[in-house]
């Protein structure tokens, strides 16, 4: 899948006719930093980086390429969970970084105007000043781009409330693969046509360069109550999550951690997580001081009849601030109990958290391999870690078939395989599980009306068939697996 | 709530297969309640209304399936039954037969292919937000699935918020899963007497006020707003927005509760209200960035001589969506929207011949005409009812 050297010299030649050298990177050792993004656990380097940082210079990119028929694998901070942003052997890195303006802020209609590689959190700094901020904040919030987050969908702690990246843009700007600038989506409540912003919105990369984005903006809420609980059984946790939703509360998030994950959290951030707890529950209220008042009465009554033995109140910004910093923190504490992990982010109906949790811990018996579990219970989007040391032999093949094995039962369960990280390149062969040959043909029919020749990000988020053949994967249809009585593992 | 389960997809998916057989095409239909909406078009018809039935529910899921032939009214009944509600709270219409009696018969699946929300949209959302998976019958013929039931979910192309407001023309559904929101304790009603202007910049500064507005409407210089929260907060509620009205707008009169308040926002909602019903002109949804200044002044200026005086527009979300009376050319109207950065769409023509949604951009209509092609090869789905050569 390389270049041939024609291709490749012509190629060069027209991009550094685009942006000056600085900005078109070729020697190894330039393009070394853009060989993965955050799954580090697969590496591949590209023919060029280009950095362009107007929009012009990416339509005559994108042209250059589609003409020489080169893959183009678009890139924001590469922060990206599942390889989306692994570069093509035979193509480009399309770097967004240096689209990094906010335009503009709208605070009459509660809008902001942004560049694809603003990060994240630059938006929520940047609208503080009006009373404002953007709601979707994935725990990578300082560092991953706008523009990513559109592709991926990103969510966060608080999309349960809040809603996905879909729920908080209004317009973005794409670049066609044939060079046109298209507006999708408008600064008003609804488009006509097509809803062709929300099929964009999760489509990694694969339809069209996002080259700018209108998010929405909300006011800041007035108060914010965090309440943290704790649970002898992970059953009673996760029963306590359905209890309070019953109770017609939408927490603005509700995060739940397992043992190991809160000795690991606690160890590393000094929380006041109590050790001896098999689950805890973060349970964060916002908004009018009022009504946060009455639903913290709720909540409390609710967590204690689940038999919650401990609750916490923090009202203090402070003492917030302290049982956050520990589930913020999860990911590189669990990081120092071992050399590696392997994050997963599996969906489930809520009512199955209890069920799942309980296979993971046995498909963790028979790989042999730790697992700890920090997840948004909410909206039942689990994050596994699975420790390995990639320097023991076959470790890292046997964390990948442990995460396909919670990846399968999430599925079987009612499920998806990714919530909030996306296909990528990682989960592309559970894709064989969730979707039948004629769901994955429609997703290819929708990828050819906007790239036939398939140049944007090839080869990931949707596998081919024959792949899906040759791996022999079961599809799972509604959670009934074909052939129910076979045990599985 | 009793909902018929009455399953006849292979049926359809057996009508579907003989329309591409035949080279015919289809006009899906749920509930008629929406006849007026969109092109007219010569196709077979296909009836959704029989397809009906709840495939699975349980309320802590925030979650339900349904069949796309189930009525809104039924569906609403049972959510309501569990304290629970649809978030874009989807107008019925009503389907008016030829002697004249009214049926409420819409269809969650008309709902959501036409994508149309009502009065609540503003503040928890549309009904594309809400959508969280469908289960299609695609242009082949063949029953596929996508999205699911959970609210996180971002396996493949989100074809699920696809559907939504495609007007049929991509596929067939024939369920939808939807998210769900828990239904405020108690709802209330508050009114005050408003120009446009005055109106208009209310809303506008209600928009960081973190009251718990769920609808809003000025119409005939009233300005109504509907709160929904338990009995405590919405008394405090009352008093804050009074002290925030007596604070920054002086000189309007504090907002006193309105006890006509739920058949008012139904009224809304539905189109039954006067504003749409007792005019003879036509009708025309404006989508506006909720902030934009007042245009009766341009109305007016356009608006034909002889017409009555009665009041010809009705402002809700916040001024996101303004309905307007008026016989001005379509044109003008399109220019009109469009300058102030939304769009129009000719939603009750009154037999005008004009196309219900504006026109887009060539180059937006070029992939939108490949996405068409793609998704329904054999051009089967309500052919022409959105855009002719669509
Ligand atoms: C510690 C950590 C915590 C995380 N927590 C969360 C979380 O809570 N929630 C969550 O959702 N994610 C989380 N992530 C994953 C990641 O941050 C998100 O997926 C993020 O949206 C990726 O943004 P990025 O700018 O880094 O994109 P990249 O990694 O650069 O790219 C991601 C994908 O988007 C495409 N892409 C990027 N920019 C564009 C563009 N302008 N136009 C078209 N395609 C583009 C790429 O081709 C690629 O397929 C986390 C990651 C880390 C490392
Ligand atoms: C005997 C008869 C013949 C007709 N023939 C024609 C004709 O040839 N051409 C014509 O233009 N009109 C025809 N109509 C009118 C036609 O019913 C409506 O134009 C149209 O289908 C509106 O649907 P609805 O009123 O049922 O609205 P709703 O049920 O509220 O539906 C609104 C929209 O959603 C679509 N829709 C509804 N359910 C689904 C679903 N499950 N999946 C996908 N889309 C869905 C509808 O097609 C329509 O576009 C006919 C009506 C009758 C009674």
């Known amino acids: ?489 | 709530m009793k909902i018929k389960d009455n399953d006849i997809s292979t049926s359809l998916q057996q009508q579907v297969k003989s329309a591409i057989n035949d080279k015919k095409s289809l006009c899906i239909q749920g509930g008629k309640s929406k006849l007026f909406f969109g092109n007219r078009f010569d196709a077979e018809l296909l009836d959704l209304s029989q397809h009906t039935g709840i495939i699975s529910y349980e309320p802590t899921e925030l979650c339900i399936t349904v069949r796309a032939g189930t009525k809104l009214s039924e569906l609403e009944a049972l959510l309501a039954e569990n304290n629970q509600i649809l978030p874009f709270e989807p107008p019925h219409y009503l389907f008016t037969d030829k002697d004249g009696t009214t049926h409420n018969t819409a269809t969650i699946g008309g709902a959501i292919a036409t994508g149309i929300s009502g009065p609540r949209r503003a503040y928890t959302g549309s009904a594309r937000d809400a959508i969280l998976g469908v289960e299609i019958i695609n242009g082949d013929g063949e029953i596929v699935s996508f999205g699911g039931q959970v609210m996180k979910n971002v396996a493949g192309y989100d074809l699920s918020r696809l559907m939504v407001r495609s007007q049929g023309t991509l596929g067939i559904l024939l369920s939808v899963s939807i998210k769900l929101l828990p239904k405020p304790a108690n709802d209330l009603t508050l009114s005050f007497d408003a120009t446009q202007d005055q109106a208009l910049a209310v809303f506008q500064a209600l928009r960081v006020q973190q009251l718990p507005i769920t609808a809003s409407v000025w119409y005939n210089n009233t300005v109504s707003l509907r709160l929904s929260a338990s009995e405590l907060i919405l008394k405090t509620s009352h008093t804050r927005l009074n002290t925030f009205l007596n604070d920054k707008f002086p000189a309007l009169s504090s907002a006193k509760a309105d006890n006509k308040s739920t058949s008012f926002w139904q009224e809304i909602r539905d189109h039954t209200h006067p504003f749409f019903t007792l005019t003879d002109k036509p009708v025309w949804r404006l989508s506006l960035p909720p902030a934009t200044q007042s245009i009766s002044q341009i109305d007016d200026a356009i608006a034909q001589k002889g017409d009555a005086p009665e009041p010809s527009q009705l402002i809700e979300w916040g001024g996101a969506q303004r309905w307007i009376h008026s016989r001005t050319p379509a044109n003008i109207i399109h220019n009109l929207a469009q300058s102030h950065g939304g769009y129009a769409s000719f939603f009750y023509n009154k037999g005008a011949d004009d196309e219900t949604f504006p026109a887009l951009a060539p180059e937006l209509f070029k992939i939108h005409q490949q996405l068409k092609r793609k998704m329904d090869p054999h051009g089967i789905f309500n052919p022409n009812k959105m855009y002719q050569g669509l």
């Open chain 1, 1 to 489: 899948m390389h270049l041939d050297s024609n291709t490749q010299n012509t190629l060069l030649d027209q991009l550094s006719q685009i942006v000056s050298s600085e900005y078109l990177l070729t020697t190894t050792e330039a393009l070394t930093p853009y060989e993965c993004d955050g799954l580090s656990a697969y590496q591949r380097l590209p023919v060029a980086v280009v950095l362009p940082d107007n929009i012009e210079q990416v339509q005559k990119i994108v042209q250059a390429c589609s003409n020489l028929k080169v893959p183009i694998v678009a890139r924001g901070a590469g922060t990206g969970l599942s390889g989306g942003a692994l570069p093509h052997e035979g193509g480009i890195i399309l770097g967004l970084s240096r689209f990094n303006k906010i335009l503009s802020i709208d605070t009459n209609n509660l809008t902001a105007v942004v560049q694809p590689g603003v990060r994240n959190l630059a938006i929520t700094e940047a609208a503080r000043p009006y009373g404002l901020y953007y709601a979707p904040d994935p725990s990578s919030q300082i560092a991953c781009s706008i523009g990513g987050n559109v592709a991926e969908n990103a969510g966060g702690v608080h999309c349960l409330k809040y809603g996905l990246t879909v729920q908080n843009i209004q317009q973005i700007k794409i670049v066609t693969i044939n060079g046109t600038l298209l507006t999708l989506g408008s600064e008003t409540f609804d488009t006509p046509g097509y809803d062709l912003l929300a099929l964009m919105t999760g489509s990694e990369g694969m339809l069209g360069i996002i080259v700018e984005i209108v998010v929405k903006l909300l006011p800041k809420p007035h108060a914010v109550k965090v309440l943290m609980a704790s649970f002898d059984k992970v059953e009673e946790a996760g029963n306590a999550v359905a209890d309070i939703i019953a109770e017609g509360i939408i927490p603005a998030g509700l995060e739940m951690m397992d043992k190991p994950a809160i000795h690991a959290a606690e160890a590393f951030a000094k929380a006041n997580y109590p050790l001896d707890a098999a689950a805890i529950l973060l349970c964060e209220l916002d908004g009018d001081e009022d009504q946060l008042e009455e639903q913290v009465i709720v909540v409390e009554k609710t967590l204690k009849k689940a038999k919650a033995n401990n609750i916490v109140i923090a009202t203090s910004a402070e003492e917030q601030a302290k049982l956050w910093a520990g589930r913020k923190s999860a990911f590189p504490a669990v990081g120092r109990l071992s050399p590696d992990y392997y994050c997963m982010d599996g969906t489930i109906p809520r009512k199955q958290i209890a069920h799942v949790l309980q296979k993971i811990s046995e498909f963790s018996d028979h790989h042999g391999l730790l697992v700890a579990n920090v997840f948004h219970a909410g909206d039942g989007n689990l994050h596994p870690l699975i420790l390995y040391d990639a320097n023991k032999e076959g470790e890292l093949k046997t964390a990948e078939r442990f995460g396909a094995d919670i990846l399968e039962l999430c599925v079987e369960v009612g499920g998806t395989i990714t919530g909030e990280h996306g296909v990528g390149h990682e989960k592309i062969d559970q894709m064989c599980v969730q979707f039948s040959p004629a769901e994955l043909t429609q997703f290819f029919a929708v990828k050819s009306a906007f790239d036939p020749d398939s140049l944007l990000n090839p080869g990931k988020a949707i596998p081919t068939l024959h792949r899906c053949a040759e791996l022999g994967a079961m599809h799972v249809h509604n959670g009934e697996l074909p052939h129910p009585e076979i045990p599985r593992f």
